[in-house]
């Protein structure tokens, strides 16, 4: 199971980007997934999750500018960023909790990280 990120580049302040994550190989069935970040010089930061469901959880410091959705179908998380700031700098990653083809186990699989830069 890989899962890939992509989506991330240089964005003005104020603009918007709209990030991907997308798993594949041998699933059998996908769980909750997640975005997280990560700035420079400091810890990993919980964005938002979604359900197989559909239901969403957002950090504070997203909720209201940042929308999670996923096509179950395709096996993949988009992230949708508005209003973008200076202080959205990081590297943007997604988890998944799989259950592969081989396993009863549902098991966490990271994604590489994407760089979304806010810069003017």
Same mark, same amino acid.
């Given at each position: 199971?890989? @899962?890939?990120?992509?989506?991330?580049? @240089?964005?003005?302040?104020?603009?918007?980007?709209? $990030?991907?994550?997308?798993?594949?190989?041998?699933?059998?069935?996908?769980? %909750?997934? &997640?975005?997280?970040?990560?700035?420079?010089? #400091?810890?990993?930061? &919980?964005?938002?999750?979604?359900?197989? /469901?559909?239901? *969403?959880?957002?950090? +504070?410091?997203? #909720?209201?500018? &940042?929308?999670?959705?996923? +096509?179950?179908? #395709? %096996?993949?998380?988009?992230?949708?960023? %508005?209003?973008?700031?200076?202080? +959205? *700098?990081?590297?943007?990653?997604? #988890?998944?909790?799989?259950? %592969? *083809? *081989?396993?009863?186990?549902? $098991?966490?699989?990271? /994604?590489?990280? =994407?760089?979304? =830069?806010?810069?003017?």
């Amino acid at each position: 199971v890989q @899962l890939q990120a992509s989506g991330g580049g @240089l964005v003005q302040p104020g603009g918007s980007l709209r $990030l991907s994550c997308a798993a594949s190989g041998s699933i059998f069935s996908i769980n %909750n997934m &997640f975005w997280c970040r990560r700035a420079p010089q #400091k810890q990993r930061e &919980f964005l938002a999750l979604i359900s197989s /469901g559909g239901s *969403t959880v957002y950090a +504070d410091s997203v #909720k209201g500018r &940042f929308i999670v959705s996923r +096509d179950n179908a #395709k %096996n993949t998380m988009y992230l949708r960023m %508005n209003s973008l700031k200076p202080e +959205d *700098t990081a590297v943007y990653s997604c #988890k998944a909790d799989v259950r %592969n *083809t *081989t396993s009863s186990a549902f $098991l966490d699989y990271w /994604g590489q990280g =994407t760089q979304v =830069t806010v810069s003017s």
